[in-house]
Structure formats: structure tokens, C-alpha cells
């Protein structure tokens, strides 16, 4: 009788086993014709993939959030430690650049990642950072400044295939920050004074860059050589070799504020274009030791290091 029941059981279990997979297997045959409208758009090989983040409605953005003008030191750096958290996920990036609400990533021309699919990679990369700035507010902001409403970013893919038209790039969102702040700097200064928005408009309407710089040094005693070199550059992300404490050598995403569109930056960091690096330079932090950026970096690896803790 029992095992006449347990018989009758396993047959049971078969047929149903069976007719799920017939099942599955049907359904499989008849829906999956919708695969063929996927369209897999591939990036073309042997170029550099700039992906490019910029944040949507983030005047808005920085007004609720009461962000300093013309620049917050604070939502700079969150940019700049979101961008870490994109370069940790992602070795084919080989350097990074940041200003105001936007970041560029440069990926290797012969990387392969994704099968170089352009919405895997834009997809990816705006997620990460996105996430990466909302979980990192904290961090940056302590318990000063309540975190109102998420941002938002949109990414985007471009392809440039030499190496000048990827200097040119770099070069030309460079410039742009000089130009943007400059002008932040000046109009923000004005309205300081007690100029309305529109009346700080009017009168930097049509001024050149050394007529901006005649208003900052002559009406507020701003030299603006002397404005941070975050605010007038933006910021550079690269990986570099540094020297702890112990002679020992850590790896790290360092934050670099040099001039790109001079030859002398891309011949200081000639692993930029060659992806080749000499193993036994160190790169040396100087005043950054005690940026942020380093900062946050050295706790994650000592925490994960219980018991050997490294320093700068």
C-alpha cells in the first residue's frame, strides 16, 4: 500500500515537473519573438567612450538645498566622491573630470566592457552615480544639511578616435569651466553688493574676461588667481601609485587640479593615452594629503584591513 502510494506520488511529481518544463518550453517558442526588437547599439572600436553625466534641474536643485554661490565647496566634493565610487567599479576608466553638476569618464579605446554597449554603459555609469551621491551625502554633509529630494543625472555616450580629438574634448570642458565661473564669480559678487539679478546681468553683459577680473579686483578686492584652483579648473580623477608612511604603496583615485589643455599635463601623466605607467613612481599628494577624497579612501582600506592600518 505504501509503496504503491509512494509510486503513485512520484509519478505525480514527474507529470507536473513535465508539464511545467513543456510549458516553460512553449512559452519560450511563442513570446520570444519580442527579443528581436531589442537592438544592441555597439560603440565603435578603437576609439575613446567618453561617458558624460550631467544633472538635471540642479539650479533648482542647489536653491532648495541652500548650496553656497557661486560655488559649494561641499556639493563639489560630493560630485568628485560619487565620480570614486564609478572609477572603483570600473578599471577601464582611465581618468575622470568634474565641474559643477557634470562628470566625464573616459574609457580605454580598446575596452571591451559590455561588448561596448552603448546603453549598458550609459545606463551603468548614471545609475552608479547617481546612487553614489545620494548614499554619500552624509558623508559630506554630516547631519548639516538634510538630503530634500533625489537628483538626477543623465548620461550619455560619445565616441572621439584620436588622441588629439580626446584632448580637444578635455580641453573644451576645461575652458568651460574658466568661463562659467568666472562669470558665477562676478555675478554672484554683484548681487552680494546689492544688485538685483537682473542688474548683475546687465552689467556683465557683453564684458570680456579681463574686464570680469577688473570688476572682482578693483570692487571686492578679489584677485581671481587666487580663487580656489578647484572652482577655476575643476577637478581630475586618475589612479596613481602613492607612498604610505611605511614605504609601503597604496593605490589610489587621486584628485589632480592642473591646466589638461597645456602639453605639459598629458606629459606628466603619459599613462593617460599610452595605458602604460611606470611602476615605481609614486605620485606625491602634496596639499591633498588631507583632501576628502584620500581621507574617505584610507578609512575604507583600513577597515577592510583590520589590524594593518596604513597612513599617509
Avoid at 67 to 93: C, S, T, Y
Avoid at 211 to 232: G, S
Wanted: net charge positive; proline share 2%; aromatic share 12%.
Amino acid at each position: 500500500m505504501l509503496r504503491s502510494l509512494l509510486q503513485r506520488g512520484a509519478a505525480t511529481t514527474n507529470h507536473v515537473i513535465l508539464r511545467s518544463i513543456c510549458s516553460t518550453s512553449m512559452a519560450n517558442s511563442r513570446f520570444e519573438y519580442v527579443k528581436s526588437y531589442e537592438h544592441a547599439d555597439i560603440l565603435q572600436k578603437n576609439c575613446w567612450i567618453v561617458v558624460r553625466i550631467d544633472g538635471k534641474g540642479f539650479h533648482k536643485f542647489c536653491d532648495v538645498h541652500n548650496f553656497l554661490k557661486p560655488n559649494d565647496e561641499r556639493g563639489l566634493n560630493l560630485m568628485n566622491l560619487a565620480a570614486v565610487h564609478v572609477l572603483q567599479e570600473f578599471n577601464e576608466i582611465v581618468l575622470a573630470y568634474g565641474q559643477s553638476d557634470e562628470y566625464s569618464f573616459i574609457f580605454r579605446r580598446d575596452t571591451s566592457v559590455y561588448n561596448r554597449r552603448r546603453d549598458k554603459l550609459i545606463s551603468y555609469v548614471g545609475s552608479l552615480f547617481t546612487s553614489a551621491y545620494i548614499f554619500n551625502w552624509r558623508t559630506i554633509f554630516q547631519d548639516t544639511l538634510e538630503l530634500k529630494y533625489p537628483p538626477v543625472f543623465d548620461s550619455r555616450a560619445v565616441l572621439y578616435p584620436t588622441d588629439q580629438n580626446l584632448r580637444d574634448y578635455m580641453s573644451w570642458r576645461q575652458a568651460d569651466v574658466h568661463i562659467n565661473n568666472l562669470y558665477n564669480t562676478s555675478f554672484w559678487n554683484l548681487v552680494a553688493s546689492g544688485l538685483t539679478n537682473a542688474e548683475a546681468e546687465e552689467r556683465l553683459r557683453g564684458t570680456l574676461s579681463s574686464d570680469k577680473n577688473e570688476i572682482l579686483f578693483k570692487e571686492f578686492n578679489i584677485n581671481y588667481n587666487n580663487v580656489p584652483v578647484m572652482f577655476r579648473k575643476g577637478t581630475t580623477l586618475m589612479r596613481k601609485k602613492v607612498k604610505l608612511t611605511n614605504d609601503k604603496k597604496l593605490s589610489l583615485i587621486v584628485p589632480i587640479f592642473e591646466d589638461m589643455i597645456d602639453d605639459a599635463f598629458w606629459t606628466r601623466h603619459p599613462e593617460i593615452l599610452s595605458g602604460k605607467s611606470d611602476s615605481t613612481d609614486c605620485y606625491e599628494l602634496g596639499d591633498n594629503k588631507e583632501h576628502v577624497l584620500i581621507r574617505y579612501q584610507i578609512e575604507k582600506h583600513n577597515k577592510r584591513r583590520l589590524g594593518a592600518e596604513v597612513s599617509l
